[in-house]
Every structure is written in C-alpha cells, then in structure tokens.
C-alpha cells in the first residue's frame, strides 16, 4: 500500500536550535517526494522536492532533505530554526508530475512550534 | 508563476444549502486539478481528481453526489457542496498540476467552510 508515515505529531524546538523532521513512505514505483508547509487557514507551500540525482536536496527558508532509499526516508532539516518557521509540515509522495497519473500522497502533518 | 487563485477564502451557509468554490488557474492551463479536504490538525485526504472536459474520478468513500465537480475549462475547475450539514464543514483545497514544471503542483490559498 502507499502511505507517508510523519512519526511525529507535534515537534517544539528553542529558536536557534536545530531541527528534523522525520517522514517514512512506502510506494510501488520510483517516488517522487516533496514538502510542503501550511500556515494557519492556508494553502500548501513546496520546500523543497526529491526527484533523482543528488539524495541531498536544498530548498527554501534554508530547509534540506536528504533522500535514503534503503530506509525509505525522506527527513527535512535545518540547522538553525527562527520563529517564523512555525507552521505545520506535510511529507508528500507522488509518482512522476509529468506523467498521467498525478496525485499525491500525504504524511499527517507535524505541527512545529518554536520557542523564543 | 502558476498561480491557482481559489474563492472563497472562507464561507458560512446554513445547513440544507448548496456552496460552490472556485479554483482557477491564472497563468497557466489546468488539465488536471485535485481537490483536498483537511480536518483541523490532519492531514490533506484527496476527494477526486478532475480533469478538463471529463468527469471527475473521486476517491472511496467520497459521495460523487454531494461533492459535485466540474471542469469545464482549462482554468477553472468548481467543487459544489450539495445539501450542506454540520459534518461538511472542514477546510477545502484545490491543487493542479503544472505542466512542464519541475514542482508539478500548485496549491489554492484554502476555503473555510462553515455549515450552521
């Protein structure tokens, strides 16, 4: 079955420290894999996304992830965390954009809370 | 670019009434175009996937007939809530895929719905 397992629900972190997110998958084909953020009463925004070629990826707001396929991980980080990234964040997988098919598949979210 | 532009931002109808939301598409076309559900604090759960001048595919477990969806144009697809009750309410968003973009999606600011 396809699924994106977010293990945790609620992460609180001092600003200035560091931070990870976790996100697990599970997909038949080759997985495309994103993140996305959501403030309060609002869309979706990309971080950053997960395609092929390097495992480590950079996104936006200084965000990285980094790709393992041998533990079907796709965990987001940042080495330095500022009061405005507090929003929840969604690990998303999907199979390839351009193809037919397009839909994608959402982790439950991790509500980040950052602490002065 | 690719700006999906959804309205409301926020409804409040009584119940037994019909509520349409707009998503559309404002500097590109929309051949497929998806829309979520999302309960406060979880995550967004796909309703259906509509494409341009064909009838939508919707998600199990999802009542066609309540949730009416029509793309009639490459930039507009329409999600009407029939006979609103009390369990409708939740927070709505459209996303639509970007051709020949990396990124693939593009996501809708969100409607709030309030059935009274």
């Known amino acids: 079955a396809q699924s994106v397992t977010q293990p945790d629900i609620h992460i609180t972190v001092s600003e200035g420290a560091s931070l990870e997110l976790r996100c697990n998958y599970s997909?038949?084909?080759?997985?495309?894999l994103f993140w996305y953020v959501q403030s309060p009463g609002q869309g979706l925004q990309l971080l950053l996304k997960y395609f092929s070629g390097d495992t480590l990826v950079q996104g936006i707001k200084g965000f990285e992830a980094e790709f393992k396929r041998s533990q079907s991980s796709f965990n987001l980080r940042k080495p330095s965390v500022h009061w405005s990234d507090a929003a929840e964040y969604f690990c998303?997988?999907?199979?390839?954009?351009?193809?037919?098919?397009?839909?994608?598949?959402f982790g439950q979210g991790t509500t980040l809370q950052v602490k002065p | 670019g690719a700006v999906v532009s959804q309205h409301p931002s926020w409804v409040i109808c009584k119940s037994g009434t019909s509520v349409k939301i707009e998503c559309r598409s404002l500097?590109?076309?929309?051949?497929?175009m998806f829309w979520y559900r999302q309960f406060p604090k979880q995550s967004l759960m796909l309703m259906a996937t509509s494409n341009e001048g064909s009838k939508a595919t919707y998600e199990q477990g999802v009542e066609k007939d309540k949730f009416l969806i029509n793309h009639a144009s490459l930039t507009l697809s329409t999600l009407t809530v029939t006979s609103a009750h009390p369990e409708d309410s939740s927070f709505y968003i459209c996303?639509?895929?970007?051709?020949?973009?990396?990124?693939?999606?593009?996501f809708g600011s969100g409607t709030r719905l309030t059935v009274v």
């Open positions: 997909y038949g084909a080759t997985p495309y």
């Open positions: 996303s639509a895929r970007v051709p020949n973009r990396l990124d693939g999606y593009t």
């Open positions: 998303a997988v999907g199979a390839n954009p351009s193809g037919n098919t397009g839909k994608l598949i």
């Open positions: 500097d590109f076309q929309a051949t497929t």
